[in-house]
Nanobody, 115 residues
Framework: QVRVVESGGGLVQPGGSLRLSCAAS????????MHWYRQAPGNERALVAS??????NYADSVKGRFTISRDNAKNTVYLQMNSLKPEDTAVYYC??????????WGQGTQVTVSS
């Protein structure tokens, strides 16, 4: 069994910053990939950023503002979000791909960008 827990969401003013964390625990031999998705009301869940064996990818809407990083020793992935905009408001979800086991989701953390 694998558990995925996100933290770090909250309310921030436009132009501000937040750092999200996602920790995976349980029966993990190797994590293949870690992703951040987000879902705004009325929208589908969309991929924001990925990190796979050190290679990172970003949605066009967040390039240059968000940075994904990973601490392999802690099975933790981070999402540093800078220059936040109201359109970044969403529930942010972490998705962890455990090699040979499967994909796991966290419960989500709310990010609200508003003045």
């Amino acid at each position: 069994q694998v558990r995925v827990v996100e933290s770090g969401g909250g309310l921030v003013q436009p132009g501000g910053s937040l750092r999200l964390s996602c920790a995976a625990s349980g029966s993990i031999f190797r994590i293949y990939a870690m992703h951040w998705y987000r879902q705004a009301p009325g929208n589908e869940r969309a991929l924001v950023a990925s990190i796979i064996s050190g290679t990172t990818n970003y949605a066009d809407s967040v390039k240059g503002r968000f940075t994904i990083s990973r601490d392999n020793a802690k099975n933790t992935v981070y999402l540093q979000m800078n220059s936040l905009k109201p359109e970044d408001t969403a529930v942010y979800y972490c998705n962890v791909i455990v090699a040979g086991v499967g994909a796991y989701w966290g419960q989500g953390t709310q990010v609200t960008v508003s003045s």
